[in-house]
Structure formats: structure tokens, C-alpha cells
């Protein structure tokens, strides 16, 4: 199912997390595949650190990537990725794929800090995050998306964000933007020439008992309370660095 | 109004006299009339008036939304909880007449979280002479205009001056400032009420609200008989 | 079914308090996005793919009997903003009082019964659809319609617009409903076999930020 096909490839990347017992969290899955090579880094205490490291530009149309991390009962898990993700225009007609699976455990924790996914001009890239949570499972992930390199018209970009908690729908969010998505992507009650915009979810059981209180960064980002123990921090910005900082500022607020 | 209709959920559709666990609703009054005539002060009054004596609510529906709930708050004539600002989206006609519903929220909520109450007075944002309560939001009405205001008023009628149960013609302490003719009004209100009373009042000076909160009480007799 | 049914549930004076609310019109003009015909034109065009769409097949799928719990927690899902989830429930509880006395049926007193501090607004719609006798893309269509309608009307009174060049912008987007309402009611038939999370989520960051700057005003005329 791997290698590079007129198709486009096909890759997936498997990440299994789990408590050691000494303290400690075990990667027993660690699998790259194609483009998505995974590192182990040194991590700090009882986490482990994963780093996704691209071996190939891309994704290109056609391509169709997935990630798959799962984090077990007390198992405590960071992932990054070494760099910004490209999506470009592939010599396969067609859309990419990049799909995110993420499960954590009851007592297990995950933190999901990838680089930017920049839709260069002429991409067609469709992503999915899907994040299943059991009740007692703890969760910080970032996504951030930058339409277009300097100066450059984006690529179609969809994505979509699913979280689910217990089997219920927590967060459901999708976008799309760029050539050929529905009218108004851009105008005053989307994105308004925007061309930065992330999103940061944290999910805590001990918010049951007590929720931050929704509260603005400034005019174009704000920090909602889900309608479970989750908070969402929505952010604009015109790029990729200020709305890193808008990110940072919230989550620096949070902890 | 759809009596006709057994409401078994946790509000009732409209106007029905009765909470869904059986009890007789507050009575509802309320009090409408132009930008400035007095209506927020004479609320502000009747609270203080009757508020040893009955258990009781306001729901504000001002264009520019707090503020009158501000005031009322400010002036400290009930505690906050009894106090709500409903928000009317530049139409405070269309709020106490055409779509009465989010007062309607208002009411009942008021009712839920501070009940058993015995009145509510919904007062309108500043409107025109032709802007009344629906008969779906509350059982009477006080229209407020003001002596300053011009002493044709009750001449040129309206829904509001013909109509309302009670006409309360406020600030008759400025009467002899802005030469209007308070017999004149009183004639003209007579000739356009058709035996409706008509309350002439000054919030400064004599017996103030005393006649209104008199008013408010034969209706809650009637009410509550 | 009576096609003119549609006509008193989509009626603006439909009395269920949509005119107190400018579906995010009054942050926009606020902060300069929307100055006049053309910038609230294309505010309603985004709103419309974006929350429109997710409203109209949230409605559709009620239309179709598809469970109002569910889809009511799916609409949660979808709305971040707890301004949003405020708005959306009072509007829901106003429009279940105004449908329960306009089509009386034991669906909505079942949908009262259950909300007793309101249902998101589009399954309420859908149920009232239902009890109308109206079929999904009725639904879908009232929601698409009272999506782009209830900021238009609000701007003219914001911005003193003229009314013909609001009624003129709705009338440049009616193609765009017609997609649309179709797409809802589409995805709504698919939801009932594959469930209710497959919905659109089409997401407008801007609404949701601008909802909360809103709801923290100390003075406004709309209440979202």
C-alpha cells in the first residue's frame, strides 16, 4: 500500500503511547512510513516527545497521508512536527488527504503541537482531525493554518475538526477556503482578508468543576468554553508568526 | 388565550392566567409612552411605593439596552435579581407588541428564579404615540406622556392616549414653564378615553405617584379575586 | 401539506423574537466589515455557507424526525461561542412558544418538555417544520432565508441602509439559498442513515469572535 504511485502515496504513521509502570511513558508503536518519518526525542519527565519528521515535500495531490497516535491509561504524550506542513499542487490531478487520528485513554494525556499547514497557490488539500477522548483523558491541540506562502493566492484548503468525548460530540469545526470554496470564505464574516487562523483546543476534566470564562485576544481571537470540560481559542491573524504568538498567549493564560 | 389547548411543558404559550404548576401568575402591567415622559422614574416611584407590600419584578425594554435597568439599579428601588433587560433590536415597539416572546422569557424567568411574585411592571422603551402592549404580554397598561411634551398630546389620541387603562400625565410641576394647559389636557383625555382614567402626577411635588400605586392596586385586587 | 404553511413559518413577523437579533451584524458594523450593500451582501453570503448551512440541515434533519436530542448536542458541537449557544437557545424556547400556539402537536410540547431553557433554534425550527406539515428542504429553506434576512434587516436599521439596496442584496443571494437549502436537506437524508455527526460543521471564525466581543458590550440593540 506504500511508495509513490501515479496515484499519488499512500502513507501512514502509527504512534502507540502507554505507562511504562516505573513512572514513565513506553512507545510500543513508533512506525513512519513514506514522508511521515517519526523521531523520538528527549522528552522531559513522565512524558514521552514524538517528532514527525518530513522526508518528502508534500503532501501533493493525489497524496493520501494519515497519523495515527493513540495514548493509553496514563500514558503522557507530546508531538510536533520538525517543520511546517506544504500542501502543493502534485502532477496527479485531484486532492490530497491528511488525516489525523488521535485517541487517549482515561488518566492519559496528549498534547498535539504540529507546525503550521501552509495551502500553497494551486494545492487542493482536504484534512481531517478526528480526536476521540474517554472521559477522563486530557488534551492540548493546535492546529494552524497559513493560506498561501508570501505574497502567494492560497490553494483550496478543507479541514475539519472533530472531537468527541465519551462517545459525544464535543467540538465539530470545518472550513474551507480558497479557489473554488463556497462564496464569502473571505469576506466579513469568515476569515475578512485574514490569512493566518488557528485553533487551540484544551480539554480538562477538572473544568467540570470550574470553566475559564470566554475572554478576547483583542479583535480577532477569542477563548470559548465548550459545552463540555473543553475550552477553544478561535485566532485570525495576517501570519503565521503573530498568530503563533496569539496561541502562545492563550495557552500561557490556561496553564 | 388557547385555553382551548392543554399546555402540559414548562411555559405556557401566552397570556394563560395560570404557571404550569397551577398557581396564578403575577399580574403583569405595563407602561409605555415617548422618550423622556417619566416612565422609568415612575417605575422607580411605584417600586419604592409597594414594595413592602407586594413581592415584585421590572422588565426593562430600553432601545439602548441596560440603561433603564441601570437606573433602576442605581437608584437601588429592588435588588438586581428582580430587575431584566430584555434587548429589542432598535424596534421597542416590536417588543411589547408584535413579537412579545423574549419578554414573555423575560417574565416567566423572573417568576421562576425569584417567585412567587405579585407583579411585574414591563416597561417599554421610549416609542411613539402609537406603540401599546399586546393583550399577550401583559393584563393592563399605563401609557406615560408628559405635560412638557406639547398639551395637544391627549388631543391628537393614538392607540396609546385612547386605549390605555390607565393615562398618567407625568411632570405637572412643569406645566406653568412650558405654558401648557393642564385643564385643556384633562378635557381632550376625557373626550378621547371614552370613561377611561386619566392620573395627572408630578414626581416632585405633592402626593407623587400615590394615585398610580392606588391604581396598581384595585388592579391587583381585581387580579388576584 | 399546505405550501402557504411555509409562508407564515418563514414571515418575518413570524412572532419568535428574530428581530431582536442581527445574526452577528451589529459586531460586524462595529468593527468596519460591514459598511453598506456590498460588504453586508458578502457577509451574508459567508454566513450562509458557513452557520447557514449547518442551521438548515440541523432543521432539515428535525424536519425528518431525526432525534431532537442529538441533534441538539450536534448543534452544541458546531457553536463554540457561548454567546452563540446562549442566542441559539433563547431563540429556540421563543420559537417553541410561538410554534406550540400556532401548530399545536405533542412533538414540539415533547420538545418544550425536554428544553425547558430552550433547544438550539434550528431543531426547534425543523420540529415546527414538521408540526406545519412541511417537509425538509421547507425547513432548510425558512433557515437559510431567516439566516441571511435577519442581518439585513438589522443593518438597515444600524447603518440607516437604504431597505431597497438590503432587498436587493437577498434577492442577488437567492441562487445561492436555493444550493443551499438543497445541500441541507441532502445532507440531512444522509444523516438519518449514517448519523447525525456526519452534518455539516462549515465554521465562520469571525462570527463566533465577533459573537463574544458582542455579548460583552455594556450597551447594544441586538441581543446577538
Known amino acids: ?255 | 388565550m388557547h385555553l382551548d389547548h392543554t399546555h402540559d411543558g414548562p411555559s405556557a404559550v401566552s397570556a394563560d392566567a395560570r404557571r404550569p404548576d397551577g398557581r396564578r401568575r403575577a399580574l403583569r402591567i405595563g407602561l409605555g409612552g415617548p422618550v423622556g415622559s417619566g416612565k422609568t422614574a415612575t417605575v422607580a416611584a411605584l417600586c419604592r411605593a409597594l414594595r413592602d407590600e407586594l413581592s415584585l419584578a421590572v422588565v426593562t425594554n430600553d432601545i439602548y439596552t441596560r440603561e433603564d435597568a441601570e437606573f433602576l439599579l442605581r437608584e437601588a428601588v429592588l435588588p438586581p435579581e428582580r430587575i431584566t433587560a430584555v434587548e429589542t433590536g432598535a424596534c421597542p415597539h416590536t417588543a411589547i407588541r408584535d413579537d412579545i416572546s423574549a419578554n414573555l422569557e423575560a417574565v416567566e424567568d423572573l417568576e421562576d428564579e425569584t417567585g412567587p411574585l405579585d407583579l411585574i411592571l414591563v416597561e417599554s422603551g421610549g416609542d411613539n404615540l402609537t406603540a401599546t402592549f399586546s393583550r399577550g404580554l401583559v393584563d393592563a397598561q399605563i401609557f406615560v406622556i408628559d405635560v412638557a411634551g406639547g398639551d395637544d398630546i391627549p388631543r391628537k389620541g393614538g392607540p396609546g392616549v385612547t386605549t390605555a387603562d390607565l393615562l398618567v400625565v407625568n411632570k405637572t410641576d412643569l406645566a406653568p414653564y412650558v405654558g401648557s394647559d393642564l385643564e385643556r389636557m384633562a378635557a381632550d383625555a376625557e373626550a378621547q378615553r371614552a370613561g377611561l382614567p386619566v392620573v395627572f402626577q408630578s414626581l416632585r411635588t405633592g402626593s407623587g405617584v400615590t394615585a398610580v400605586a392606588g391604581w396598581v392596586r384595585e388592579r391587583l385586587a381585581a387580579w388576584t379575586a | 401539506m399546505s405550501r402557504a404553511a411555509l409562508l407564515v413559518l418563514a414571515d418575518g413577523r413570524f412572532p419568535a423574537g428574530g428581530h431582536a437579533h442581527s445574526g452577528g451584524a451589529e459586531a460586524a458594523v462595529r468593527a468596519g466589515r460591514i459598511t453598506g450593500a456590498a460588504s453586508l451582501e458578502d457577509f451574508c453570503r459567508g454566513r450562509l455557507h458557513t452557520s447557514g448551512l449547518v442551521s438548515a440541515a440541523l432543521a432539515a434533519a428535525a424536519a425528518l424526525g431525526a432525534d431532537p436530542v442529538a441533534l441538539d448536542a450536534a448543534a452544541d458541537a458546531r457553536t463554540p461561542s457561548p454567546a452563540l449557544r446562549v442566542a441559539a437557545r433563547r431563540l429556540g424556547r421563543q420559537l417553541v412558544r410561538a410554534a406550540r400556539a400556532t401548530w399545536p402537536c405533542t412533538e414540539l410540547d415533547a420538545l418544550a418538555r425536554q428544553f425547558p431553557k430552550g433547544a438550539h433554534q434550528p431543531v426547534v425550527l425543523g420540529v415546527a417544520a414538521r408540526a406545519a406539515g412541511l417537509g425538509p428542504e421547507d425547513a432548510a429553506y425558512c433557515s437559510v432565508y431567516e439566516c441571511v434576512s435577519g442581518p439585513a434587516s438589522a443593518t438597515v436599521r444600524l447603518l440607516s441602509l437604504d431597505p431597497f439596496d438590503a432587498t436587493a442584496a437577498l434577492a442577488r443571494l437567492a441562487p445561492e439559498l436555493d444550493v443551499v437549502a438543497h445541500a441541507a436537506a441532502d445532507a440531512a437524508r444522509r444523516a438519518l442513515a449514517d448519523g447525525v455527526e456526519t452534518l455539516p460543521a462549515a465554521s465562520a471564525p469571525l462570527l463566533e469572535i465577533g459573537a463574544e466581543a458582542h455579548a460583552a458590550w455594556p450597551v447594544r440593540l441586538f441581543a446577538s
Open chain 1, 1 to 255: 500500500m506504500d511508495g509513490v504511485t501515479t496515484a499519488g502515496v499512500r502513507a501512514t504513521a502509527r504512534i502507540e503511547a502507554g505507562d511504562d509502570g516505573r513512572g514513565g511513558t513506553s512507545l510500543p508503536v513508533l512506525e513512519g512510513q513514506g514522508p511521515l518519518a517519526l523521531r523520538r526525542v528527549r522528552g522531559g519527565g513522565s512524558e514521552a516527545r514524538v517528532m514527525l519528521v518530513g522526508a518528502m515535500s508534500g503532501p501533493l495531490g493525489g497524496d493520501h497521508l494519515t497519523v495515527e497516535a493513540r495514548v493509553g491509561p496514563g500514558a503522557r504524550l507530546r508531538g510536533g512536527s520538525a517543520a511546517a506542513t506544504i500542501a502543493l499542487p502534485g502532477q496527479t490531478k485531484g486532492e490530497a488527504r491528511y488525516d489525523v487520528r488521535l485517541d487517549v485513554a482515561d488518566g492519559g494525556e496528549l498534547c498535539w503541537l504540529p507546525e503550521q499547514l501552509i495551502s500553497a497557490g494551486g494545492s487542493e488539500l482536504s484534512v481531517s482531525v478526528r480526536v476521540g477522548l474517554m472521559g477522563g483523558a486530557r488534551l492540548v491541540l493546535r492546529e494552524e493554518q497559513v493560506l498561501g506562502r508570501v505574497g502567494e493566492e492560497p490553494g483550496r484548503l478543507t479541514s475539519r475538526l472533530t472531537v468527541r468525548r465519551d462517545g459525544r460530540p464535543l467540538l465539530d469545526q470545518e472550513l474551507a477556503c480558497g479557489p473554488g470554496a463556497p462564496g464569502g470564505w473571505d469576506g466579513p464574516a469568515v476569515l475578512a482578508g485574514h490569512r493566518a487562523l488557528g485553533q487551540l483546543i484544551v480539554v480538562r476534566p477538572e473544568f467540570e468543576r470550574e470553566m475559564p470564562a470566554a475572554r478576547p485576544f483583542g479583535e480577532y481571537a477569542a477563548l470559548t468554553p465548550l459545552a463540555g470540560p473543553a475550552v477553544l481559542v478561535t485566532a485570525l491573524a495576517p501570519d503565521a508568526l503573530l498568530l503563533r504568538r496569539v496561541l502562545d498567549n492563550a495557552l500561557g493564560d490556561l496553564t
